[in-house]
């Protein structure tokens, strides 16, 4: 099946792509979308690649599931479009954006983090409308596994922002020694205060990058 993904990506997955449990989980994501309602839309499933080619990557920001609301999710791990209500876990990230660095993000839409270099990666891509974690253990986490062990083997000085205990399940899959590794409770409003406020994830990543000489996100 040929996957509409940007072309450095489609490159360093070709071979992830041919591999059985993939085309099951296409057969399987295809038939959902025919059968259901699903999130995001097909042509987004792939946005986070989209926006950020993996020689552009920076920052792995890693998410569990897509929103699984009407008009909420857009490909892109806690992002939602532009006019659509912030959920609890975005406003919340975006709460501590302004406590740490001072920022006022006037919109949920995070497409111009991704734009320079911060990879908003689900590790479930997709979702059946109001049914959280329907497409979970269907391949997806084995595709997205693959990614962040391939990041990490091939890149070196990424920052890698693990939120909460099912996204720290995925240090395994990370070199220490060759990247920085920020880990704190979830955004979401059962764990935030348990230590996601003051945890100050967008000031550790630029001390970070500047630190190896690479340009700083602008949050």
Known sequence: MDINIEPSWKNALKNEFEKPYFLSLIDF???EYKAHTCFPKGKQIFKAFELTPL???KVVLLGQ???HGIGQAMGLCFSVPEGITNPPSLQNIITELKDDLGVCLSSGDLSAWA???VFLLNATLTVRAHEAGSHQKKGWEIFTDS?????SEEKENIVFILWGSYAQQKIKLINPEKHFIIKSPHPSPLSSYRGFFGSRPFSKTNNYLISKNIKPINW
């Open 115 to 117: 734009q320079q270099g």
């Open 65 to 67: 599931d897509p929103y």
């Open 55 to 57: 020689d552009r990557v």
């Open 29 to 31: 994501v295809k038939n």
């Open 147 to 151: 990614i962040i062990q391939k990041i």
